[in-house]
């Protein structure tokens, strides 16, 4: 059952947590799966590749702190913690380990993970806890999906800032950003 949540547009409809990796349109899992294959690397810069796959680039940034033509490496860069990158590839895969939802807005759909970061703080009844939202797994995945920087800062319903990964069902990458 799809429901409409705070944390959206609105409008949006967005599905409960989704586990099953099999319901991605090809072009998104295409996608999710470059990205991935890049972080395997370890380097960055293996980024380069997925995000260059779009004709414009993903946002880093929901408030354009980043100026046009930046080097997108460089922003993945100035965004983790490290200042080489390391930081994001892992929030990347803690990332798409997590569920992810369905966000349906007119007549685009896009997909975001980690699901968390559109649902309630805890599991909404026993079918989403069943959905491997155990209640101690589901609180420590979600602060793996939180930049160091993020640490101290929460959000108006006091949950820290997920970092999220948004991909449209063309699969165009989006975001990759943290919630404001």
Not at 152 to 166: D, K
């Amino acid at each position: 059952m799809n429901r409409k949540l705070k944390g959206g547009v609105a409008g949006d409809v967005i599905s409960p947590p989704i586990v099953d990796l099999a319901l991605l349109p090809a072009p998104v899992a295409r996608i999710r799966d470059k990205i991935l294959a890049a972080c395997e690397t370890g380097d960055v810069e293996a980024l380069r590749i997925p995000i260059d796959w779009n004709e414009t680039r993903p946002l880093f940034a929901k408030s354009g702190a980043f100026k046009a033509g930046t080097d997108p490496i460089e922003i993945l860069k100035a965004l983790s913690f490290d200042r080489k990158g390391r930081e994001t590839i892992s929030l990347i895969r803690a990332i798409f380990s997590q569920p992810f939802v369905k966000i349906v807005r007119g007549p685009t759909t896009l997909y975001e993970w980690p699901a968390f970061a559109r649902h309630p703080q805890t599991p909404a009844d026993e079918t989403e806890a069943s959905a491997r939202w155990a209640s101690a797994r589901w609180a420590s995945a979600r602060w793996r999906c939180v930049r160091f920087a993020d640490l101290p800062r929460s959000n108006a319903e006091g949950r820290p800032h997920a970092t999220r990964i948004g991909i449209a069902a063309d699969g165009v990458w989006h975001y990759f950003w943290t919630e404001d």
